[in-house]
């Protein structure tokens, strides 16, 4: 594994999606600079790139969202994961979540929230806009393991599902391999709502 | 040759552990010093700095909130409060943390009194651990410093894990 590699996928003519290297970009958002430094270590310490940044607004700067129209260097800074703080001064956790899940080009990325307050209706609030997982404060190394694992996952059913269109794509007609990891594939869909129903089922289980 | 480290690893966990014992730090800490190897020699030191770094500012700007008793800022000082409850449970300062529940409770009352006797504690517990922290780090510098043996620079010292109930383990 390459350290800095992103996620790459290898698609020999006609043939099946390898997928080399799995190292997830992560956009880590927290206000505090002491979270961000142990966050970012444990990140790092599971073999993932990371970027910190502290607050929402940066964190959509980051991506591009936040009212410029440049999409177009999506492919430079691809983000595999969000973690971000829930209390953070000016937009919430919460609401950099809704915005990340509003934006065509970025609500299939995880957003996995962080909060020192293990408050119910809060967590299901977050589950229900979208998060992949809530994580209770101060965050430990089996979560970070945990969640990578999901992602990881998720990412090779993906993997999956594009291999399974691309074969068909490539059977019809001779296509640029790489437009098959756009974002705007769409018979690339959401990950299944039942999936998404039996993760958020487990984590309430896990944190109950 | 390896019976000075020896002294000086047993020396390091012994103090690590009265620490422990003594309550001013919690599992969390034994989770930092997972993250640290030869990669990140530094980590912990360099997370707690960060941490006393912020708890002096912390402190600082509540401190001036709390000033004129006419005029008490109480959302600035819950804050306050919350950023540093965070970031103390964060690096496992238990003390540090346990003054700010109780601190939380003054601010939620606008008991200024009762605020200033929290600030005035959170203040003393930091200093004091850091005090306590600086004399660990001094004993695992000489232990790992020590020319005549690159495996003790290279490796971790051992590390106790704290469980709540009391008991210790070797990692």
Redesign the interface.
């Known amino acids: 594994m390459a350290v800095g590699e992103v996620m790459r996928m290898e698609v020999p003519a006609g043939g099946d999606l390898t997928v080399t290297s799995p190292e997830l970009h992560v956009l880590a958002v927290d206000?505090?600079?002491?979270?961000r430094?142990?966050i970012e270590?444990?990140l790092?310490?599971s073999s993932c790139k990371v970027t910190t940044v502290e607050s929402g607004a940066r964190a959509l700067q980051y991506l591009g969202l936040d009212g410029d129209k440049g999409v177009s260097n999506l492919k430079d800074l691809k983000v595999n994961l969000i973690v971000t703080d829930y209390?953070m001064?000016g937009l919430t956790g919460y609401d950099l979540l809704k915005k990340i899940k509003e934006s065509s080009a970025f609500r299939e990325i995880p957003v996995v929230i962080m909060s020192?307050e293990n408050i119910l209706p809060r967590i299901e609030q977050c589950l229900k806009e979208g998060a992949e997982d809530f994580l209770l404060?101060?965050?430990?190394?089996a979560d970070v393991k945990r969640i990578k694992q999901l992602i990881l996952s998720n990412e090779a059913e993906e993997c999956k599902n594009l291999s399974h269109s691309n074969k068909r794509k490539l059977e019809e007609e001779d296509i640029d391999s790489s437009s098959s990891s756009s974002h705007d594939d769409s018979s690339v869909k959401d990950i299944p709502s039942s999936k998404r129903i039996k993760s958020e089922s487990e984590n309430r289980s896990s944190l109950l | 040759m390896n019976t000075v480290i020896a002294q000086l690893q047993r020396r390091f966990q012994d103090y690590i552990v009265s620490l422990y014992q003594q309550g001013f730090l919690d599992n969390q800490f034994s989770e930092l010093r997972k993250l640290q190897d030869a990669s990140s020699p530094d980590f912990v030191s360099e997370v707690v700095s960060l941490f006393f770094d912020d708890c002096a500012k912390l402190i600082n700007n509540m401190s001036r909130s709390l000033e004129r008793p006419e005029n008490v800022d109480f959302k600035q000082v819950d804050s306050g409060v919350h950023q540093l409850k965070g970031s103390s449970s964060s690096v496992g300062a238990m003390r540090v943390k346990n003054v700010c529940i109780s601190f939380k409770e003054c601010c939620d009352v606008q008991n200024r009194e009762g605020c200033l006797r929290c600030l005035q504690q959170v203040d003393y517990e930091s200093k004091m651990l850091k005090t306590k922290l600086q004399d660990l780090f001094n004993v695992s510098f000489k232990a790992l410093q020590n020319p005549t043996c690159s495996a003790a620079r290279a490796t971790n010292t051992p590390s106790w894990r704290y469980n709540s109930s009391g008991g210790y383990k070797l990692d």
């Open positions: 206000d505090s600079i002491v979270d430094k142990v270590r444990l790092r310490i209390s001064p020192s404060k101060p965050v430990k190394l």
